[in-house]
């Protein structure tokens, strides 16, 4: 599967941005979708990951009550919505597919399978 991440940009403390990764194929709903980000000098790290159905996410304690995951299988759409960012969110965003059918939802980044190329997020002071 071919992972497309889009929707970052430039914005304010305290403001708004929605996430989007599209994925290619028609076998979407097969896999375990997450969000991860590197910050610069900084390692990659979880921040959100959702079930193959939706129906279970898990977030880092750190985007808990700001970051929202969502999917839609129709669409091959998995979205972030973030609120609330903070300069300490600036990174490069990456989302992640897991296929392993054991899997219902994870924050291990290696437990992903597939990665997209990443979306800056830069929040200001």
């Known amino acids: 599967v071919q992972l497309q991440a889009s929707g970052g940009g430039l914005v304010q403390a305290g403001g708004s941005l929605r996430l989007s990764c599209t994925a290619s194929?028609?076998?979407?709903?097969?896999?375990?979708m997450g969000w991860f980000r590197q910050a610069p000098g900084k390692e990659r790290e979880f921040v959100a990951a959702?079930?193959?159905?939706?129906?279970?996410?898990r977030y880092a304690d750190s985007v808990k009550g700001r970051f929202t995951i969502s999917r839609d299988n129709v669409k091959n759409t998995v979205w972030l919505q973030m609120i609330s960012l903070k300069p300490e969110d600036t990174a490069i965003y990456y989302c992640?597919?897991?296929?392993?059918?054991?899997?219902?939802?994870?924050?291990?980044?290696?437990?992903?399978?597939?990665w997209g190329h990443g979306t800056q997020v830069t929040v200001s002071r």
């Open positions: 992640a597919a897991n296929r392993n059918p054991g899997v219902v939802v994870t924050a291990r980044i290696g437990e992903y399978d597939y």
């Open positions: 194929g028609r076998t979407f709903g097969n896999y375990v």
């Open positions: 959702i079930s193959r159905s939706g129906g279970a996410t």
